[in-house]
């Protein structure tokens, strides 16, 4: 069985050398040889803490000379240990965002590093190693290079220049590194930032997600370092649309706004477009949605959202029979036949039959034509204002089931008195 700890560096963004430090660490902690566990993962963080430098821009408070001749004192074999100690420790000029605390943490490890070393006469058990461990996994994050927002949103910016950085490329690596450089207090500035990089502002003026640039935005997502910190930037006032575009370009992530229920509402408070039945979809199945708003939620959906997913021939991708199985779980079904059907919706209102076209027929095709359903669908032939849309629909239906079709004559017939007969 393989260590936690190492678990939890293979999910690091750590150079192959320091993961193998780590490695060897766990392989001395199962042989009991605890000062040797304790002397290579010190050795790994220390290799953590030199890559981070060296693949840092220039911090603040250093000019650029002064900074890449200090990165290359880090390419000593015999020094660069030691560099890294001065440099956690260098108070006056710090390249690390550190506190005294986490300093004085990090010298006591030093020192207990040498204990190891040097043979000392302080005793190494197991608790020393996995209370190491613990001090790594809490803090190997909070060892920042100072200046490193800037660098991050500087490389985000040369990703999605396609003079620099092909289109098939991923931007995970680039984005697992930010929990490395950027602070929780500095977050809500940095996803600022991020948003007017992400911007597509030349649509009438209006501050918009660019779809080409949302990938980094689902990698922080799937990221689960900032969850909370996320979620609470985007559902602010002037951002909740950016939110709303992210989730229409993928419904999935609407999972990550659990607990967020005035988002929520909101949210499918403003649905319009037929692709926010699929985030209606993912809503439900997420149980974001309280049992006693689905019914509201649903009159929303007939009243205002065309229902171009239930359709085989839609431009979206339509819904498949596990999907139909889900709305089936709820009420979603039955409130539709009484609105439609029981009440006439689909031929009062010709908008709303219209809208409800495809939804119609693949109810029929799911529960099977009846009297009540047959009469709205005749009714929608003798209106003033009629819903053409879904008489031609209902035809061509009509035309490729014609089974349906028998049924739906046969209904009228056992309905309406023999002196109305039209099918004879």
């Keep these: 069985m393989k260590i936690p700890f190492l678990n939890w560096t ?3 963004n ?39 430098i060296l693949e840092s821009r220039t911090p603040k408070n250093y000019q650029s000379g002064e900074w890449s001749q200090l990165q290359n004192t880090l390419l000593e074999d015999d020094s660069w240990d030691a560099t890294v100690i001065k440099i956690v420790n260098n108070k006056k000029k710090p390249i690390f965002s550190l506190n005294d605390d986490l300093i004085n943490q990090y010298m006591y490890w ?51 220049d396609p003079n620099i950085t092909a289109p098939n490329a991923s931007i995970n690596p680039l984005v697992s590194q930010i929990p490395h450089s950027i602070d929780r207090k500095d977050l809500q500035i940095f996803f600022q930032d991020l948003k007017d990089i992400t911007a597509d ?68 408070n403003k649905f319009c477009s037929a692709n926010d039945y699929r985030i209606l979809l993912n809503l439900i199945k997420n149980n974001l949605i309280p049992p006693e ?26 819904f498949n029979e596990l999907e139909l199985e889900i709305l089936k779980g709820t009420n979603f079904f039955n409130l539709f ?6 009440e006439n919706r689909i031929s009062g209102d010709f908008n709303w039959g219209n809208r409800n076209r495809y939804l119609v027929t ?55 008195p023999e002196e109305l007969n039209i099918f004879e």
């Design 293 to 318: 708003e689905l019914d509201e939620c649903y009159t929303h959906m007939f009243n205002n959202v065309d229902s171009d997913l239930f359709s085989k021939k839609s431009n979206w991708e339509p």
């Design 110 to 160: 030093k020192n207990r590093r040498n204990d190891c070393a040097h043979a000392k006469g302080n005793e190494i058990g197991d608790a020393h190693v996995e209370a190491y461990w613990l001090f790594l996994k809490s803090n190997s994050m909070k060892f920042r290079v100072n200046g490193s927002k800037e660098y991050i949103l500087e490389q985000i910016k040369e990703f999605y």
């Design 201 to 268: 502002k030349n649509f009438n003026n209006f501050t918009l997600l660019d779809s080409n640039k949302s990938s980094v935005w689902f990698a922080l997502l799937d990221l689960d370092y900032y969850p909370k910190e996320i979620i609470k930037f985007l559902i602010l006032d002037e951002n909740d649309s950016y939110a709303i575009e992210l989730i229409d370009l993928n419904p999935n992530y609407v999972k990550n706004f659990q607990g967020e229920s005035s988002f929520i509402r909101s949210m499918w």
């Design 337 to 342: 036949y009484t609105q439609a059907f029981k």
């Design 14 to 52: 750590f150079s192959d050398e320091a993961k193998s430090l780590f490695n060897e660490s766990g392989e001395c902690y199962k042989a009991s040889a605890y000062r040797a566990a304790l002397l290579f993962s010190f050795l790994g963080f220390q290799t953590v803490l030199k890559d981070r």
């Design 10 to 12: 293979e999910e690091q």
């Design 362 to 416: 693949k109810y029929i095709e799911e529960f099977q034509m009846d009297y009540d359903i047959a009469l709205a669908i005749k009714n929608c032939e003798h209106k003033n204002y009629p819903p053409r849309y879904l008489n031609r629909w209902i035809n061509d239906f009509f035309k490729q089931h014609s089974e349906i079709e028998d049924k739906y004559k046969e209904l009228l017939l056992s309905g309406i």
